[in-house]
Structure formats: structure tokens, C-alpha cells
């Protein structure tokens, strides 16, 4: 049961709180998931901005349609699933018009670098990050997408397995092949200590 140390009051009982038009009960339960959704939204998108916008979004989405909330699952999950399809619908969005419009900039960012590196390590670092982003890109987009949201780090395994809708075991494979698929695509171009 989702229970918070405020009060003591479960998910399911703010959500019929809510339901019955207590504003606050569904304020609580905002506060309660906002760092799981953040998170996730920011898994799928790699930006902050789309990822605040995608969760207001998914919270609103989730306050509109909390009628249609079946208790099938947990009211995290029901809400992770809809944030994740919104920034699943953005990401698709936002590549199609990059794709027709605008050729992509090279991440090419020049900082002081942190105290005991050197600009040269800075570089490398920053030329890995690079080329991990870009074969991350390059995964097939459900062990993608599974890696993202593992790494994402607030949510359990079955609760992300509840979000995409799919076994705890496939999840936890897909994750483990992406990490495998990764790990040999950057031996592959001379990043084999990774």
C-alpha cells in the first residue's frame, strides 16, 4: 500500500478523496509522485524543460481522467503510464520536426573543468557522454526505452514493468540487453574499458 508518513493516508484513499472534489487530497498525491514522473518524463525527453512540461501534463491528464482510474494497478503506476505515453507522444513529435527542419548542433560544450581534471580528460569525458547519448539513441526503441526508464531510478522494476505494460522477466532482460548492446557498440569504437 502507498503510504506516507504524513498522516498515514494510502494512495487509494486520497484518490477517493479526490474524486469526491478534495483538491488537496489530489495536491498530496502530486507531491507524493512528482519526483517518480519528473524523472520519468526526463528518462524519455533528456531535457528538463520537456520534462516539466510533459509531467504538468501528465498530472493534469491524471486529474481530468481520475474517474477512468480502474485500481487495476497502483495509482503511481496509472500515473507513470501516462506520463510516459506524453513524453513518448512529445519525443516523436520533437524528432519528426528536427528531422524535416533543423540539423541537429554538435554537443560541443567548452566548461572549466571540475578541480583534479584536466581540460584534456573534461574533453574525453564529454566526447564518451557523446557517443554512449548517440548509441543509446541507436537501441532499438523498446531495450531504449527500458534502459532510460532503469536508470531513471525512482520506480521499481515492476512498477516500470506495470508502466510499459509488459512481464517484470521481459523488462528485466530487455535492460540487461541494452546494457550488453551498449557496452559492445562502444568496444566497437574503442571504448572497451566502458
Known amino acids: 500500500m502507498d503510504i506516507v508518513s504524513t498522516g498515514g493516508v494510502s494512495d487509494?484513499?486520497?484518490?477517493?478523496?479526490?474524486?469526491?472534489?478534495e483538491d488537496a487530497a489530489f495536491g498530496t498525491l502530486v507531491d507524493r509522485h512528482r519526483v517518480a514522473v519528473f524523472r520519468a518524463a526526463l528518462a524519455a525527453l533528456g531535457t528538463r524543460e520537456d520534462a516539466e512540461e510533459v509531467a504538468q501534463e501528465a498530472f493534469v491528464?491524471?486529474?481530468?481522467?481520475?474517474?477512468?482510474?480502474?485500481?487495476?494497478?497502483?495509482?503511481?503506476?496509472?500515473?507513470?503510464s501516462i506520463a510516459w505515453r506524453k513524453a513518448l507522444t512529445r519525443r516523436r513529435n520533437v524528432k519528426s520536426l528536427l528531422r524535416r527542419f533543423v540539423q541537429p548542433p554538435d554537443d560541443v560544450e567548452w566548461q572549466?573543468?571540475?578541480?583534479?581534471?584536466?581540460?584534456?580528460?573534461?574533453?574525453?569525458?564529454?566526447?564518451?557522454?557523446?557517443?554512449?547519448?548517440?548509441?543509446?539513441?541507436?537501441?532499438?526503441?523498446?531495450?531504449r526505452d527500458a534502459l532510460l526508464l532503469a536508470s531513471a531510478g525512482d520506480?521499481?522494476?515492476?512498477?516500470?514493468?506495470g508502466v510499459l505494460g509488459i512481464p517484470v522477466g521481459t523488462f528485466k532482460w530487455r535492460v540487461t540487453e541494452a546494457r550488453r548492446q551498449l557496452k559492445i557498440r562502444l568496444a566497437a569504437i574503442g571504448y572497451g574499458h566502458v
Open 12 to 21: 487509494p484513499e486520497l484518490v477517493e478523496r479526490a474524486r469526491r472534489g
Open 61 to 80: 491528464a491524471a486529474y481530468r481522467h481520475l474517474g477512468d482510474f480502474r485500481e487495476d494497478a497502483s495509482f503511481k503506476t496509472w500515473l507513470l
Open 112 to 143: 572549466v573543468p571540475e578541480a583534479g581534471r584536466s581540460q584534456e580528460q573534461a574533453v574525453l569525458d564529454r566526447e564518451l557522454h557523446g557517443h554512449v547519448r548517440r548509441e543509446i539513441g541507436r537501441l532499438a526503441p523498446k531495450l
Open 155 to 161: 520506480q521499481s522494476y515492476t512498477e516500470i514493468a
